[in-house]
């Protein structure tokens, strides 16, 4: 099938894609995003319509879209894969400088979906991931348009797929009922929280934590993993804490005070540090049931 759009990028270097990427999957079930061994197709949805996107790289970074919102999904891009983002420059510090040398493609993701960013964290309160990758999977199956062109993806649930569906039917596709409150919340103001795409990061932060049931959690979440925020820290995450500690001091539990400590160096750029902790897959000695990325208390 034709591509209703097309565009092509130098591949910079160094460059990461895998790594770069891994986060904007929920889960290899993901019906939104499928990877290849040359890249990846996603969905989007644009101010223009929705989309598919196919994306490889080889030499160059090349992208083909179907769909209404072909040509804005093409332009966004380059900010879904931090092509423009410079190469990170963090302060010195042991374990980070080894990271960095490792992980040196390594770069920020920028959907501008802020809407999409906030569903899928909320489905990751206070469950595992892998109720959470299931439950996303239900519910872009039950409440997701088929995705344009040729493919077999779904587009992820709309403010208004989410508002009609109610709270029954959205704990019908395995949603808990605290999760179904806030998504009727975040789907009641989604034309509100996406200015959250265009403010700095405080602002942005603040914005995210007036709508009911997201709390510092969840909107670092948000702002870091696919808005390519480098500032927050996610306090109040079961395991970040002492993941954190224990890749950076060696010690193998942390309040969320110590995490911040132990991250105020990188004032700024803390994301950064937790993402490459993440690419490194640290963890500090298990004491219970594998979580990723959760967070206990509100949002």
């Known amino acids: 099938m034709t591509p209703d759009a097309v565009g092509s990028w130098p591949l910079p270097c160094p460059y990461d894609f895998v790594e770069t990427t891994r986060l904007l999957r929920t889960g290899p079930g993901d019906p939104t995003l499928r990877r290849e061994a040359d890249g990846l197709w ?64 390594l770069r920020s993701t920028d959907t501008r979906d802020v809407f999409e960013a906030l569903v899928t964290f909320v489905l990751q309160q206070l469950v595992t991931w892998q109720e959470a990758t299931r439950t996303w999977q239900r519910l872009c199956l039950a409440l997701g348009e088929p995705a344009p062109g040729p493919t077999d993806l779904r587009l992820s649930p709309t403010p208004r797929a989410i508002r009609s569906a109610g709270t029954a039917h959205l704990q019908a596709a395995g949603v808990g009922p605290g999760q179904a409150r806030t998504l009727m919340e975040v789907a009641r103001v989604a034309h509100a ?19 009911r049931g997201i709390g510092p959690w969840t909107s670092a979440m948000v702002l870091g993993v696919r808005l390519g925020r480098p500032e927050p820290i996610p306090v109040g995450d079961f ?14 539990r942390a309040t969320d005070a110590r995490m911040v400590e132990l991250l105020e160096p990188f004032r700024g750029q803390a994301f950064r540090v937790i993402r490459l902790v993440s690419a490194a897959r640290l963890e500090a000695p298990k004491r219970g049931p594998r979580f990723a990325w959760r967070r206990n208390g509100r949002g």
């Open 239 to 252: 395991h970040l804490r002492d993941t954190i500690a224990w890749a950076l001091a060696g010690e193998p």
């Open 193 to 211: 929280v996406r200015r959250a795409a265009d403010l700095p990061t405080d602002e942005a932060d603040a914005l995210l934590q007036k709508v």
């Open 42 to 105: 996603r969905t989007a949805h644009t101010t223009l319509g929705p989309a598919t996107v196919r994306v490889t790289v080889g030499p160059d970074v090349q992208a083909h879209a179907w769909g209404p919102g072909s040509s804005a999904a093409v332009a966004d891009v380059p900010r879904w894969l931090g092509l423009h983002e410079p190469a990170w420059a963090l302060p010195p510090h042991p374990v980070v400088d080894r990271l960095l040398r490792r992980y040196a493609g």
